[in-house]
């Protein structure tokens, strides 16, 4: 039944990628657009939510070290007696089973006092954890926009390169006719309608290639965004700080990688506290009432008790256990204070990379302008000596490569500057919702927390399935 359900999920998801959508030329997607979508209905997004939502559950579980334990206990015992020896009630030794039923049921109550400062500890612990946890969902979050801005920069890209290569094809189809119409009258030689063959033939291998990533990219961009592209339009470039220094700064108080490693060194730090509560003493009060029944068919044989008592407890030696596990929880929280460091590092430089590859693709995007112009002029000018007899076949092909290599790369600068923008943005924490603008309700995840803070009892729960 399961594998079955499964099946029709995939068949259901590949039915409307396929088919249940309109075409692409049906409606307009904007990059912000596609954001929103994702930022409402992306899975991953969505599981980093509920896993967040359950780490919040760590406090009230600290918490509950401060809180009493009510407890009821009952026995109900059956015992048979037999008795083949004389004795005063039976002087005759003669066989004799007798039985006997009994029972008794407890409250008890147990309140902590002291736990070596273990609930203490254990909540700071936890609410590092859940402020580590919320910034991991930052990070998610970007993650996700940034692969919406990626699969949307791809789409777009690959539907232009397409268009160059078509065109590509059809000015060699072209020559290929015309180098053809020319052998027949005896201006070229066979080797010039070969030239031209291959050429024709490796500009189509190009076109199919360029076809099979799009769709690559399509199938992408539908698991990121959850539908199909429409007609995608250039988007506008992100809003950068104004200097590399200005996004290292930024990228110092606000990354979430960064934040959330710093918020894990602080769990570990208390959970140095967390082990050490063992060696320290504890003490609770325990109220405790009960009632038994030495015989239940006897009326006359039950009783009543109450009592409360104070209860301490000192370890003098746990067989070196809690010793290990503190030398463990400071190992731990070393070594969290040393990845600190090497995530910092790698911030610097993700935001470093993402700023050169930004500042260099608008350089490239300059200079490819110029590329194609003078390309397009020097393909304009072979034909036409070509055309006069002063040209092969070779200069026209060659010529026309030249126009096509550098207008693919003028549309890959294009988008590389777009993507590095967008990556740069990631870096320094600004992709989230919120800092880029998208017009949808915010997850807010510290509703959830206040709502399971101090909560004592109750198992329902607000989930996203």
């Known amino acids: 039944m399961k594998r079955n359900w499964v099946k029709g999920l995939l068949c259901g998801a590949a ?33 980093a939510r509920a896993g967040q939502r359950a780490v919040d559950e760590q406090v009230p579980q600290a918490l509950s ?59 700071k612990s936890a609410e590092a954890q859940v402020d580590a946890s919320r910034q991991n969902l930052l990070e998610t979050e970007q993650q996700v926009l940034f692969n919406v801005v990626q699969a949307y920069m791809n789409v777009y890209a690959g539907r232009q390169l397409v268009v160059l290569r078509k065109q590509d094809v059809k000015a060699l189809e072209a020559q ?4 053809n119409e020319r052998f027949q009258v005896g201006e070229i030689t066979r080797t010039d309608v070969a030239q031209a063959e291959a050429r024709l033939a490796e500009s189509r291998n190009a076109l199919i290639e360029t076809q099979t990533r799009l769709a690559q990219d399509v199938a992408f961009y539908i698991q990121v965004v959850g539908n199909e592209p429409g007609k995608l339009s250039y988007p506008k470039l992100a809003k950068l700080p104004p200097s590399l220094n200005a996004a290292l700064d930024i990228a110092g108080q606000i990354n979430p990688r960064l934040l959330a490693q710093a918020f894990v060194e602080l769990a570990t730090t208390s959970a140095v506290g967390v082990a050490r509560a063992g060696l320290l003493p504890s003490a609770q009060l325990q109220a405790k009432a009960l ?52 995530v910092a590092r790698d911030v610097r430089r993700a935001v470093a990379e993402s700023w050169n590859t930004y500042i260099g693709a608008g350089q490239i995007i300059v200079n490819t302008k110029t590329q194609v112009q003078a390309a397009q002029l020097a393909l304009n ?85």
């Open 291 to 342: 009632t038994a029944d030495t015989d239940i068919g006897d009326d006359n044989t039950g009783f009543r008790s109450a009592s409360v008592a104070a209860q301490v407890s000192i370890p003098l030696y746990e067989a070196g256990l809690v010793y290990s596990q503190v030398r463990e929880a400071k190992q731990r929280a070393s070594q969290s204070r040393i990845e600190l460091i090497e």
């Open 65 to 123: 070290g401060w809180r009493p334990t009510v407890t009821v206990q009952g026995e109900v015992k059956s015992e048979s007696l037999v008795a083949n020896q004389p004795s005063l009630d039976n002087p005759d030794g003669d066989y004799r089973q007798d039985r006997n039923e009994s029972g008794n049921m407890a409250i008890v109550l147990n309140q902590p006092l002291f736990r070596g400062f273990r609930t203490v500890e254990s909540t």
């Open 176 to 179: 290929v006719r015309a180098s």
């Open 15 to 47: 039915m409307i990628a396929a088919t249940g959508l309109p075409s692409a030329s049906a409606w307009a997607d904007t990059l912000f657009g596609a954001m929103e979508k994702a930022y409402a209905t992306n899975p991953s997004l969505n599981a």
């Open 381 to 465: 000018g072979v034909q036409q000596e070509y055309q006069a007899g002063t040209r092969t076949t070779l200069d026209v092909l060659d010529a026309q490569r030249e126009l096509v290599q550098s207008q693919v790369l003028q549309v890959n600068a294009e988008k590389v500057r777009v993507v590095a923008g967008y990556q740069l943005l990631a870096a320094i924490g600004h992709l989230t919702a919120q800092e880029v603008g998208l017009d949808v309700p915010i997850y807010d995840p510290e509703e959830n927390y206040l709502r399971v803070r101090n909560k004592w009892i109750g198992t329902g729960v607000k989930t996203v399935d």
